[in-house]
């Protein structure tokens, strides 16, 4: 399973991004989801997720009402919508993919992980 991160970039605080994550290998049918991220000398945190079989989606209180999860199965592809961002949401950002995210919050809920794509935000 190879999952693909694409969609970051460097923008103004107030704007918006949408990040892509393509799987392979593997029906995202078959995978819960999730996004953390890494800010420079941070350690990695959660930042969303999704439970494909309650329809449930996480976030983390930092990115809530600005962030959305969302997939399309036909694509094997999950996107996370990021609007309002400041330079705090600055990161790189990870997508993951394992068959139960019980702890949806904790890495070691997901066996797959993607490279990565830069989020940049400035004031």
């Known amino acids: 399973v190879q999952l693909q991160a694409s969609g970051g970039g460097a923008v103004q605080a107030g704007a918006s991004l949408k990040l892509s994550c393509v799987v392979s290998?593997?029906?995202?049918?078959?995978?819960?989801m999730g996004w953390f991220q890494q800010a420079p000398g941070k350690e990695r945190e959660f930042v969303s997720a999704?439970?494909?079989?309650?329809?449930?989606?996480y976030y983390a209180d930092s990115v809530k009402g600005r962030f959305t999860i969302f997939r399309d199965s036909a694509k094997d592809t999950v996107y996370l919508e990021m609007n309002s961002l400041t330079p705090e949401d600055s990161a790189v950002y990870y997508c993951a993919a394992g068959p139960r995210n019980t702890d949806y919050d904790m890495e070691y809920e997901y066996d797959y992980w993607g490279k990565g794509t830069l989020v940049t935000v400035s004031s």
């Open positions: 999704d439970n494909r079989r309650s329809g449930t989606m």
């Open positions: 290998g593997r029906t995202i049918n078959n995978l819960d």
